[in-house]
Structure formats: C-alpha cells, structure tokens
C-alpha cells in the first residue's frame, strides 16, 4: 500500500516562493516517475513537473519553466517542488503523484496511478 503524503502549502504574495514536500511511504517498489499536478477551482487537474528517477531527467510545463524545481531525495523517499516568483495564476491544490512504468507523457494525468490528498498553495 502506498502513500503519498504532501506538505509545505500555504499563502504566499506574489513574486514569493513555497517549497512542497511529498513523502511516499508504504511498499514503494521503483517508481519510474514521481511528478506534481495542480488543480484551480473549476479547472482540470494539470501537470506541473515530473521527474525520471532512473536517469534523472525533470520535465516541467512550459507555465512554470525557469521558476519551479522539482528535486527528489531517494535516500528519504521524499519528493520536492520549489516554487519562486509566484504569481495568482500559480493558485490551486498541489498534489503528487507516482507511476510504476515508463510512458511517452510523462506530465499526463491519467498515466498516474499513485496520488496523495494535496496541498494548497494560494498567490495573492
């Protein structure tokens, strides 16, 4: 049983930063990717960044290039998304996500099969 637990939301001004946190606990196996989603009121859910954890490589959406990181610590089993220059835009519930085999989309949602509660992150 896996879990995927997020934390580090909250709210923020714009132009600030958050950083969120995502421990996975429970039989873990290999999780091919590890990836964070978002989803605004009254929107669909959207990827965000993701991240191979065979070879590293980090996909990100074009909305958050250049100001959103994400990292993982395989050590601590623990996923992160550092967020700067936020902006309003940037508002919704955060969640992550893991995928046990490799895909073409890897920022799709319905290729996850793992998914935590969510955190919120509000920009004003």
């Known amino acids: 049983h896996v879990q995927l637990v997020e934390s580090g939301g909250g709210s923020v001004q714009a132009g600030g930063s958050l950083r969120l946190s995502c421990a996975a606990s429970g039989y873990l196996g290999t999780m091919y990717y590890m990836a964070w989603f978002r989803q605004a009121p009254e929107k669909e859910r959207e990827g965000v960044a993701g991240i191979d954890t065979v070879d590293g490589r980090t996909f990100y959406a074009d909305s958050v290039k250049g100001r959103f990181t994400i990292s993982r610590d395989k050590a601590e089993n623990t996923m992160y998304l550092q967020m700067n220059s936020l902006k309003p835009e940037d508002t919704a519930m955060y969640y992550c996500?893991?995928?046990?085999?490799?895909?073409?989309?890897?920022?799709?949602?319905?290729?996850?099969?793992?998914w935590g509660q969510g955190t919120q992150v509000t920009v004003s």
């Open positions: 996500a893991g995928r046990r085999l490799w895909t073409w989309s890897p920022l799709a949602v319905k290729e996850y099969s793992y």
